[in-house]
């Protein structure tokens, strides 16, 4: 059980620092003297400083110090100057190297030496901030995370996490339920857990070809649709980033990775590869028919809008080991599935109404200020997570659990979440979606928070947030009728995630696309636009960002 991880667990690294960094207490007891850059400036101005530098004066200044040695070669300064490489001449990532370093040698430099970058631990370099990234980047994976619960963890008829009705305590415990595909009817989902909000782990849902299949990275790459490109992000870099399939997969190889690894999260992975989903949503849809948008009980009602007006829904996802997605609430009240088919993945759930520790929104939900990495929270807000368990009551408690290839998650509409993967390697599928159960809160959502309305706004041929609702009302009238007056009965959200909204607070019709934020945007952008390119500290409180999604988480 992970209720018995501690802190403490995370630090057993085993690795010391590549570049031979210890914590700044130690230059106590150090017996050299004499000028240090870290005495002139703290390390973060340091790294704000570099952050300026192109290839050739970074180059220079790992060269003129020890100190600079070290602060040079982080990773995140040399991806900030592939991505903007490639952003300014419209170029793709066609090739990872072993390091961010040597792959924008390979990319950008033609006589760049063929040696590949080695780190050479440096005496006498201490620094906080740069040992505290390395122990974000390299956190120990407790051995309890590594073992899949397969006892059914609650009574699933007992608990409900709507608005409307109060949980009973009893009921609650700290890890996510599993049920059997085999076991499991679209009634009993629908009415188990869909109707009552409550995460499941539906066990052998998504065994098939595809988790066959995509453990070999050579047939892969010989269906990756040739020369398509991928999509990754993360909150602490300036911009996506587009990999070639093959590419993103070295790229998970580094030996030295950011403390926010790029994640990809790509949404037109099965709209351009007819053999990636034939591999995996036949079988699926077969297995698990409440998930199947062809079936008549009402799932997945924005297909209605229409295959390519409608807003992102289905994501092909992939990360390396400790990459993954930090707290998060999936985009416009949908539901998602997360099928996972290579790699297992933590998962941690807070339910409505009850903010993790380290993650503040505003009270419209509009800004949330949170760690922008999964090591980061882990390492200031790990102790504060457990004492949940001790502190809130049982129906506000948070859940936790690893899920392993083959196997689907149900994430509800309105939970927090945060996902950790635990292997080198992870590949995961990913639907958000629309039902009866939720319909009333996705209208409320489209009227009410249209500036929240996130996976329309970079596509020509998407309905834009402004429209959103109507066109959803249009479409059910005709398709859905039954479902629609019901959900339009709904006075209230039925989901402690949101607030009535004061009028201070009332969204307003967009009438023209969001602009993208300057640098020095306090908010977090939406996912397909630039995030801001220059990182601060959680601790000084000052990133506040807008509501972002990931199914991924």
């Not at 059997?180 to 188990?192: G, Y």
Request: glycine residues 4%.
């Amino acid at each position: 059980m992970s209720r018995s991880v501690k802190k403490e667990d995370f630090l057993d690294l085993n690795e010391l620092h590549p570049y031979g960094v210890l914590p700044g207490g130690n230059r106590f007891f150090c017996s050299s003297s004499g000028y240090r850059p870290e005495e002139v400036f703290p390390d973060n101005l340091w790294q704000q400083v570099l952050s300026f530098c192109d290839d050739r004066a970074l180059g220079n200044v790992v060269q003129s110090s020890r100190y600079l040695y070290v602060a040079g070669h982080q990773p995140e300064l040399w991806r900030d100057l592939v991505l903007r490489r490639c952003s300014e001449e419209k170029q793709t990532i066609s090739s990872a190297c072993s390091s961010w370093k040597d792959t924008y040698l390979k990319l950008f430099v033609r006589d760049a030496s063929p040696m590949v970058h080695s780190p050479i631990p440096v005496p006498d370099v201490y620094s906080d901030e740069y040992y505290r990234t390395h122990l974000c980047r390299s956190f120990a994976i407790p051995k309890t995370w590594l073992v899949q619960n397969n006892s059914s963890a609650h009574e699933p008829s007992q608990v409900s996490f709507s608005k409307t009705t109060k949980p009973p305590r009893q009921s609650c415990q700290q890890e996510v339920a599993r049920v059997s595909v085999e076991d499991l009817s679209p009634s009993q989902f629908f009415e188990e857990y869909e109707m009552k909000n409550m995460p499941v782990i539906v066990e052998g849902a998504a065994k098939g070809k595809a988790l066959d299949r995509w453990c070999s990275a050579s047939y892969l790459n010989e269906h990756s649709s040739g020369r398509k490109t991928y999509r990754a992000t993360s909150g602490a870099a300036p911009l996506p980033a587009n990999f070639l399939f093959d590419a993103y997969q070295d790229y998970g190889n580094f030996s030295y990775l950011e403390e926010s690894p790029l994640y990809l999260f790509d949404r037109t992975a099965f709209t351009s590869n007819d053999q990636w989903s034939d591999d995996f949503f036949p079988e699926f849809y077969r297995k698990c028919p409440f998930w199947d948008p062809s079936e008549r009980h009402g799932h997945d009602l924005l297909q209605h809008l229409g295959a390519n007006r409608r807003p992102d829904h289905t994501w092909l996802i992939m990360g390396p080991k400790r990459s993954g997605s930090v707290f998060h609430l999936d985009p416009n009240a949908t539901h998602a599935w997360n099928a996972c088919i290579q790699g297992r993945k933590r998962w941690i759930f807070y339910p409505p109404g009850v903010n993790p520790p380290g993650v503040f929104p505003s009270e419209d939900g509009d800004e949330v200020a949170l760690p922008l990495s999964v090591g980061e929270w882990l390492m200031q807000y790990w102790t504060e997570h457990m004492d949940q368990y001790r502190k809130r009551p049982l129906h506000e408690r948070p859940m936790e659990c690893t899920v392993g290839p083959g196997d689907v998650i149900f994430v509800p509409h309105g939970w927090w979440h945060m996902v950790i993967n635990l292997d080198d390697k992870n590949i995961a599928i990913t639907h958000n979606y629309v039902s009866p159960s939720n319909l009333g809160n996705v209208l409320k959502f489209f009227k009410e928070k249209q500036d929240q309305v996130s996976g329309c706004r970079d596509r020509k041929e998407s309905i834009k947030p402004e429209h959103l609702y109507s066109e959803l009302v249009k479409a059910l009238e005709r398709k859905e009728p039954d479902h629609l007056k019901n959900a339009l009965m709904q006075s209230g959200w039925t989901c402690r995630t949101w607030k009535e909204a004061t009028k201070s607070f009332m969204s307003k019709p967009d009438t023209k696309e969001k602009s993208v934020p300057s640098r020095q945007s306090k908010k977090r952008p939406l996912e397909n636009e630039e995030p801001n390119s220059c990182r601060k500290s959680f601790i000084e409180m000052t990133d506040k960002v807008e509501a972002f999604s990931f199914s991924f988480l």
